[in-house]
């Protein structure tokens, strides 16, 4: 068994399951009482109460060798068994989800014609979600990039303002529709709630800054409606950075507008996700921010050498060290960017997430996946059911549990909570919202009194 040196509990620990077996008695009660007698009483049988504790923990440890799985959580220890321990490792959150597009794709966003609780044709649905003991996640409320094809300069109107409000509205609807299943969730205080309420943390997430019609205002509005993280671009270029999609760069990173955008996100709290960001975008926004920032599903291209995956140059970037950004890398599952065609596997997902690992510690990685966002799956991590099996991949390759704890959910709570502190210090300075507008757009006149 590896030993857990640390004794700090995870808020995702479920409770009785992982058990902190040195809080039991509270040598400062005695002190409450005045009547001496009585002190003395109470100190002799809660010494021996004690002692009786200490004995039977010595025991239980020394030969703990011998217990059965199922009584090794309580006394703080993982069983041996991989899969167990999986499952004794708590609750995955929070995950990227994409249930949403295909509710557009697949129901015209008919919410009512969806029923979670029967087996859907993606890879979520709510019996899934509960074998996988998914304990949150992000609803990507993510659209398209838009068609246009105007030169670059994102001043033509598109729908996708409009269709990510209708995302928001199926995330949401979803939500709401499923009150003993789901629990909407905005803060880190709030999931850790949901989960120990024993609902799924719903958070909403953008996946893309063509989403905003290049308005920051727009960005402030997605908040408002519960918006936590916006990814900086999809697969096109926007007017505040560019992406690894197109071949040639077009802003060589972050725009001037690009950083506004990014002061904006801090100031309110919504993390600076980078996935699908070109290099430069990412090194730049990386040490741009005052937050810590997150990539939402990314893998690494050490281990399979796609455009989409994070160099180590990057990674390098992140971590507790110094000149290191904190942060944390959710993996990303999507078959392409895992392995060669017919590759991807449970094994090869944790190549990815021992590789970032390895570069940035374990406390700065996390699971991504994506599921309901691409064709197919890693044989073995087919939907949400099957996140133990990652798990239980992880243990075998020696990771213990307060690692998997952060892998799981812990170090994006933590992130999370990171932004929360910068945004609280930025809105309790009074710094200011970012009113800039796209110099570009020209609908909107500049100095009114010259009109
Ligand atoms: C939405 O789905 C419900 C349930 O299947 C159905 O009764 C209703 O007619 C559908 N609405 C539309 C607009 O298709
Ligand atoms: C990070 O930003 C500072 C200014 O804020 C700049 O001096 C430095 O060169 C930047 N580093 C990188 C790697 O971009
Ligand atoms: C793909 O998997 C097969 C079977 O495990 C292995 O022999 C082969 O080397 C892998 N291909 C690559 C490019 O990794
Ligand atoms: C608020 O605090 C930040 C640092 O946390 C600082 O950069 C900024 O200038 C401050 N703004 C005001 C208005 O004081
Ligand atoms: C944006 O591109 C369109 C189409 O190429 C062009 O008509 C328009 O003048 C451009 N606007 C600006 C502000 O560059």
Redesign the pocket.
């Known amino acids: 068994m590896a030993q857990d040196s640390s004794t700090e509990t995870s808020p995702l620990l479920r409770n009785g399951e992982v058990h902190d077996s040195d809080d039991e008695v509270d040598p400062h009660v005695v002190r409450k009482s005045n009547d001496k007698t009585n002190y003395t009483g109470r100190a002799i049988v809660l010494y021996l109460l004690t002692l009786i504790f200490i004995a039977a923990l010595v025991v239980l440890l020394g030969f703990k060798e011998h217990l059965p799985d199922q009584i090794l959580p309580w006394i703080g220890e993982l069983p041996r068994e991989p899969t167990r321990a999986a499952l004794a490792v708590l609750d995955v959150a929070p995950v990227i989800v994409n249930l949403p597009i295909l509710v557009r794709y697949l129901?015209?966003n008919?919410?009512?014609?969806v029923d979670l609780n029967s087996r859907m044709p993606g890879h979520v649905d709510i019996p899934r979600l509960r074998e996988g003991k998914v304990g949150g996640f992000f609803w990507s409320v993510y659209v398209s990039c838009p068609e246009i094809k105007d030169a670059e300069n994102f001043t033509e109107p598109s729908w996708r303002v409009r269709d990510t409000l209708e995302q928001i509205d199926v995330a949401r609807s979803l939500i709401d529709k499923y009150p003993d299943t789901f629990q909407s969730a905005s803060t880190s205080e709030d999931v850790t709630t949901s989960i120990i309420n024993g609902k799924i943390a719903s958070l909403l997430g953008v996946e893309g800054g063509h989403q905003l019609g290049n308005s920051i205002s727009v960005l402030r509005q997605y908040y408002s409606l519960g918006a936590r993280y916006l990814t900086l671009t999809h697969t096109c270029h926007n007017a505040f950075a560019d992406s690894s999609g197109p071949t040639a760069p077009l802003h060589n990173g972050l725009s001037p507008l690009g950083r506004r955008l990014i002061d904006e996100m801090n100031r309110l709290g919504m993390l600076v996700d980078l996935s699908h960001t070109s290099d430069e975008t990412a090194i730049q926004a990386l040490n741009y921010s005052r937050a810590p920032v997150i990539w939402s599903h990314s893998s690494a291209r050490a281990i399979h050498d796609v455009q989409r995956n994070l160099p180590d140059d990057v990674l390098r970037l992140v971590g507790s060290g110094p000149g290191q950004k904190e942060a944390v890398v959710m993996v990303n599952f999507v078959p392409d960017f895992v392995a060669v065609p017919g590759n991807a596997s449970v094994a090869s997902v944790a190549d990815h997430v021992e590789h970032i690992a390895r570069i940035t510690g374990k406390d700065h990685v996390g699971l991504g996946s994506d599921f309901d966002g691409m064709n197919g799956a890693p044989t073995g991590l087919e939907d949400v059911s099957k996140y133990p099996a990652l798990i239980a991949e992880l243990r075998k390759r020696g990771w213990n549990k307060f690692e998997l704890a952060g892998l799981t959910g812990a170090n994006i709570l933590r992130v999370f909570q990171g932004a929360e502190r910068v945004a609280k210090e930025l809105q309790d300075n009074h710094t200011l919202p970012v009113y800039d507008l796209y110099d570009k757009r020209t609908d909107i006149p500049r100095n009114p009194f010259e009109l």
């Open positions: 129901y015209a008919n919410v009512s014609a």
